[in-house]
């Protein structure tokens, strides 16, 4: 981020590490002193302590101390070997086919933009819409919002999205720091991190912590499938998609208006590549065999981790992907291990009974307050609470249970609020440029400064609570009775 | 390989791909054929299914059709998506704690190689014990024998072997098709490829598929430990280590046998080296940690791939190893997965009755046999079989439960019986180059000839199975009871 180098990098370095040394000491003492309080009445010892190294684990994320994946790690070993959970229970995450689904679907999106059929769709996009510097803003949605269904990682699909923001910017003469244009630069680049909010919102399985979250609401009777999520997304998510880009035009207001020449670098690019090649044949086909199969998965009785696992297959065996590409996947693996023990023990303290004990003491606070009001509080509340966290994920393992069941004790209809809290881990990324690693791209791209990020990032998110709060609340409680 | 490189690239190639075409025809009408044949009485459709689905896999990977990764993959996808086995059974390797131990110790295992330390311990052995071309075999089996625990990976611990061998070779002034020291370098390399299949037996944790045989062996009542396999493999193991490098010291006839400059060109390296640097005391230190808790592990109750995920903790939180070199460990995600596929489906091969079957018939046929004579018939087959493998593992997950389950029904005592085929499942790898991918560093370094490979390999894998089943039999039945 090159809006950080004027600092002296020496100094830094260790005001860094006294700052990381810190924050570990902070997380050590918070383990050991949660650990030694005693457990509050009518709360089992075990689950108090699973508590204690969850919360030290969230915690050391949060401030620095240790990175996700350490994080994780460690609060394993200390449940396991302290015998707060047992074994098998500790590693049934990995498991765990929801989250199976997320890691072969990453493995599947890296044939995507290996094999060029992204960047192909996005100057076709651009090509189609990009006329107007609104065009162009709203040719970055749509190309998102089209590829999304397919990419369970955010984060790769920014990976996508990107190089074809990033190409689009320089087709229409824009360079970080080139006066003249800047606000140009700053308004496609926010519109990638802002179109993600949304498009990940519109699809089940369009961001990994859908699923997820869908598992977690399947405890509280809530089933949701791939064609029920779309439906209760589709409203509230369409309007934010439409007016997003207008609001940001506004908001950012870019030198430029007129782009007339993007449409035809984005022919040229598209003649340049030629006509469709094997391996993106192959791999939309793959996509398109995927999708469909997906959709039918609940009336056939399939199973969507055995889907993902078959379109893994069939890309491995058609050798558009070979093993040197998942030889590259390491951070994948990295991502299956936190995520399998955060979820295992998020579960875990749920199964401990330590979710409803929170939730009935936190439903007691806002006992006054009527389901509406209740609902729209602690919607805000979660959406501001991301301020906290560097990953949406987390923060969805760590609260969003907690929340759900505050919002059932306070008599809030579980399908409309599950649905707008699930909406909110989607669109709260925005408001940090670390508050979603599907940011760090656009972030990093020299076209934001660190004030901008923080402001359009505060706008934007809340932008989308209102469209969800005003035309998501009455749309969810019309579908989802 | 450099002996392959006469043939023209080109029709090799085509001829390649032309193989793989047939080699797929060839399981695809395999997995057909087994799933339209008649379910052989006594035998339930879900059974013979998953067998078709297992046999075709395994087939695919012996006859070259799909690596091992797409094969399980595919398998996978077929046993869930046709109902043979249900979704959360086909997931549940993935949960299991003896593969995640694998997996964890895999990256743990990095950073050995990442801080230096293997190779210096390597340089240490030599400077002690290099002063002739014997004493550099014996060197060889030492070092691998001594860092073996700690490398749960044969072939993980083979990429620290390898440079070792090599630089000891080069220090003895040995070169690829050198003249004069041909066979000096063929004896060193040959030695890598002998103390691998011994090493890999003498230790619990120094082979993947050790405690996953110690898995599928608990099925038949035995509990496998650190400790009791440590009993088990000490004297047939040490007895193959003491005679194997004379062995083939005589077989191979290097040109020189005095190499009195090795011990000074190690200590000079030694030298370079400098003292421990903190990253190599902090692996050292985690990894007698983590040797001394996996032995006490029994006594205290504690689980072993908990103690494995607290070395990896304690590695990340120390940054000896780092978020950018678990990036780096797709591979290792490869396996996991089709580890845990493999391991699942033969589990539930057998949980559908199928090895219990399949093990009535075999020991029908093999009735009249005296125990002894049945065991000793059975382990050489086992062996000879390998010649049809590329992976130790996957022959283990294909014929170790069939075979032990025959054993069992033909009088042969479980302990000893299950131990020497969990032996053999280490020795035969030495049997072809691709035997085990630990081999082939060894065998692609340019000193051993295709001819000397299949040669050596052959008269190694003969060796080591005379001496098991000659000081292991009585050994293991004396302790095992």
């Known amino acids: 981020m090159s809006q950080a180098v004027e600092a002296d990098p020496v100094t830094t370095a260790a005001s860094r590490d006294r700052k990381t040394l810190i924050a570990r000491a902070v997380t050590l003492l918070l383990a050991l002193g949660l650990w030694f309080c005693p457990a509050p009445a009518g709360l089992q010892v075990d689950a108090w302590h699973l508590f204690a190294l969850f919360a030290a684990a969230i915690a050391a994320v949060v401030i620095g101390a240790f990175p996700i994946l350490t994080s994780s790690v460690l609060a394993l070993a200390a449940a396991v070997l302290t015998g707060t959970i047992a074994a098998e229970d500790a590693y049934s995450g990995f498991g765990n086919g929801t989250i199976l689904l997320i890691v072969v679907a990453f493995l599947v999106a890296r044939a995507v933009v290996k094999c060029g059929l992204g960047e192909r769709l996005g100057q076709l996009a651009v090509s189609l819409f990009g006329r107007s510097t609104l065009g162009l803003g709203y040719s970055v949605f749509l190309v998102d919002a089209v590829i999304a269904p397919a990419f369970p990682s955010n984060t790769a699909r920014s990976g996508v999205l990107f190089p074809l923001v990033l190409s689009v910017a320089e087709a229409a003469g824009v360079r970080p720091g080139s006066e003249g244009r800047q606000r140009l630069g700053s308004f496609l680049m926010f519109c990638g991190i802002a179109s993600l909010t949304v ?3 519109l699809w089940f399985t369009a961001m990994a912590a859908n699923p997820l979250g869908a598992e977690i609401a399947k405890g509280y009777g809530l089933e949701i499938s791939f064609g029920s999520w779309l439906v209760a997304s589709s409203v509230p ?3 934010a998609m439409a007016l997003l880009p207008y609001f940001l035009y506004k908001v950012v207001g870019p030198e430029v208006t007129a782009t007339p020449e993007a449409p035809r670098a984005a022919r040229a690019a598209l003649q340049a590549m030629g006509p469709l090649r094997t391996a993106e044949k192959i791999v939309a086909a793959t996509f398109v065999g995927m999708v469909v199969l997906w959709g039918a998965a609940a009336h056939l009785g399939l199973d969507s981790t055995a889907i993902a696992f ?3 297959g069939a890309l491995l065996a058609s050798g558009v992907l070979t093993l ?7 951070d ?7 995520f399998a023990v955060l979820f295992a023990m998020s579960g875990q303290l749920n199964k401990l009974g330590f979710m409803g004990y929170l939730g009935e003491r936190l439903a007691g606070r806002l006992g006054g307050l009527s389901p509406l009001v209740a609902g729209i509080a602690l919607v805000v509340a979660y959406v501001l609470l991301h301020y906290l966290f560097v990953s949406q994920t987390a923060h969805l393992l760590a609260l969003f249970g907690v929340f759900l069941d505050v919002g059932v004790k306070l008599g809030v209809p579980v399908a409309p609020f599950a649905f707008l809290l699930l909406f909110a881990t989607n669109f709260f ?3 940090t440029p670390q508050g979603s ?3 760090l791209l656009f972030a990093g791209s020299g076209f934001l400064s660190q004030g901008d990020l923080y402001r359009l990032g505060a706008l934007t998110t809340a932008f989308n609570l209102a469209i969800y709060l005003l035309v998501g609340t009455p749309w969810l409680v019309l579908v989802s009775r």
């Open 199 to 201: 498009s990940s919102g």
């Open 429 to 431: 990324s925005a408001n």
């Open 310 to 312: 078959l379109g893994l």
């Open 237 to 239: 998510t369409l309007a």
């Open 332 to 338: 994948v693996l990295a991502t299956f291990i936190w």
């Open 437 to 439: 690693s599907a940011n």
């Open 324 to 330: 040197g590409d998942i030889a590259k996947e390491g």
